[in-house]
């Protein structure tokens, strides 16, 4: 039988948490409300901006675009399942977190960060194609197989959260409610448990090394081939233009899956809680907010695109176009 929540002291239930934030220094909750706030916004609008583009212009509509629109959407999502609540936090004396809501946040978090993974890999087999068998790409990325690449991305993700929150609501929290953390992540929510954690833990290992070590195993076998086909290109122009269709997913890679496999594939002892959520605001704030940066800045598609978009609006604004040419047949 699952065990619940309650508390083994006195019989109550855990029903709040407190969330210690990320820094206990009154004097820097102010500075650092803004600068998150700041990095939320950028997040937001720039995210959003990629899937609004992606949406509207049709020379975008492309499996590797078609990627991006999902990793922006992803990364939308992520940053906004954990940062207006650390938000309200600098603003608050005492920062309590429902028990349903840590859980939810817990959940969501993990689905996030887990299709963050797929999706990534899913892009480094999309470079792989359309390097390595250029003449084959629009067969083998066919939408079908996009599609499919995703849906098993969010599957995987539904599986790994339903695990890590499902394991999580069997522990009993007693008299202890303060996690260490400015947000609901697993291993300081296991800190409060008065139950064996064991199960909990062997679960973070198993679904963190699916996640991490294979999706990144799939990554360097797929850039393997790409620097292998990149060396027997002869022309110069042509090893550049190669190597400039996969930094942008490199540097994304290289940002996030060593900011989390430098938090969770190591013990838990051998890392202290301070360094822990300073490490973690790599993955949760800064990835989400660096990736519509890292993908616009040395595309030309999108820079085009963004143009196209403008000098549309331009146009519109002076009455000089009427929309596309087959509404006024």
């Given at each position: 039988?699952?065990?619940?929540?309650?508390?083994?002291?006195?019989?109550?239930?855990?029903?709040?948490?407190?969330?210690?934030?990320?820094?206990?220094?009154?004097?820097?909750?102010?500075?650092?409300?803004?600068?998150?706030?700041?990095?939320?916004?950028?997040?937001?609008?720039?995210?959003?901006?990629?899937?609004?583009?992606?949406?509207?212009?049709?020379?975008?509509?492309?499996?590797?675009?078609?990627?991006?629109?999902?990793?922006?959407?992803?990364?939308?999502?992520?940053?906004?399942?954990?940062?207006?609540?650390?938000?309200?936090?600098?603003?608050?004396?005492?920062?309590?977190?429902?028990?349903?809501?840590?859980?939810?946040?817990?959940?969501?978090?993990?689905?996030?960060?887990?299709?963050?993974?797929?999706?990534?890999?899913?892009?480094?087999?999309?470079?792989?194609?359309?390097?390595?068998?250029?003449?084959?790409?629009?067969?083998?990325?066919?939408?079908?197989?996009?599609?499919?690449?995703?849906?098993?991305?969010?599957?995987?993700?539904?599986?790994?959260?339903?695990?890590?929150?499902?394991?999580?609501?069997?522990?009993?929290?007693?008299?202890?409610?303060?996690?260490?953390?400015?947000?609901?992540?697993?291993?300081?929510?296991?800190?409060?448990?008065?139950?064996?954690?064991?199960?909990?833990?062997?679960?973070?290992?198993?679904?963190?090394?699916?996640?991490?070590?294979?999706?990144?195993?799939?990554?360097?076998?797929?850039?393997?081939?790409?620097?292998?086909?990149?060396?027997?290109?002869?022309?110069?122009?042509?090893?550049?233009?190669?190597?400039?269709?996969?930094?942008?997913?490199?540097?994304?890679?290289?940002?996030?899956?060593?900011?989390?496999a430098f938090v969770y594939l190591q013990p838990s002892s051998s890392m202290s809680m301070n360094m822990r959520k300073t490490s973690s605001v790599l993955y949760t704030n800064v990835v989400p907010m660096m990736n519509p940066l890292i993908y616009s800045l040395r595309n030309k598609d999108v820079k085009l695109a963004?143009?196209?978009?403008?000098?549309?609006?331009?146009?519109?604004?002076?009455?000089?176009?009427?929309?596309?040419?087959?509404?006024?047949?």
């Amino acid at each position: 039988m699952p065990q619940s929540r309650t508390g083994i002291g006195n019989g109550s239930l855990m029903n709040e948490f407190i969330l210690v934030g990320l820094t206990d220094h009154p004097y820097l909750q102010i500075p650092l409300f803004f600068l998150f706030l700041s990095m939320f916004i950028f997040t937001v609008l720039g995210n959003l901006g990629f899937i609004i583009l992606i949406g509207l212009c049709s020379h975008l509509h492309t499996p590797m675009y078609f990627f991006l629109f999902n990793l922006s959407f992803t990364d939308l999502c992520y940053s906004s399942v954990f940062t207006p609540k650390m938000l309200s936090n600098f603003l608050s004396e005492k920062n309590i977190i429902s028990y349903q809501g840590c859980m939810a946040q817990l959940y969501f978090f993990c689905f996030f960060a887990i299709s963050e993974c797929y999706v990534l890999t899913s892009m480094a087999y999309d470079r792989y194609v359309a390097i390595c068998n250029p003449l084959l790409y629009n067969a083998v990325m066919s939408p079908k197989v996009c599609s499919i690449l995703m849906f098993g991305s969010y599957l995987m993700a539904f599986s790994g959260a339903m695990a890590h929150t499902g394991c999580m609501l069997r522990l009993t929290f007693c008299d202890a409610n303060t996690i260490d953390h400015y947000f609901c992540d697993i291993l300081p929510v296991l800190q409060l448990s008065c139950t064996s954690t064991f199960v909990n833990e062997l679960v973070v290992f198993t679904v963190g090394g699916i996640n991490i070590i294979v999706t990144c195993l799939t990554i360097f076998i797929s850039y393997g081939f790409i620097l292998s086909s990149i060396l027997h290109i002869n022309s110069t122009e042509g090893r550049s233009k190669a190597f400039g269709t996969c930094s942008s997913h490199t540097m994304a890679v290289s940002l996030f899956f060593g900011s989390t496999a430098f938090v969770y594939l190591q013990p838990s002892s051998s890392m202290s809680m301070n360094m822990r959520k300073t490490s973690s605001v790599l993955y949760t704030n800064v990835v989400p907010m660096m990736n519509p940066l890292i993908y616009s800045l040395r595309n030309k598609d999108v820079k085009l695109a963004v143009r196209k978009t403008l000098s549309r609006k331009i146009l519109i604004r002076k009455g000089l176009w009427g929309g596309p040419r087959w509404l006024s047949r």
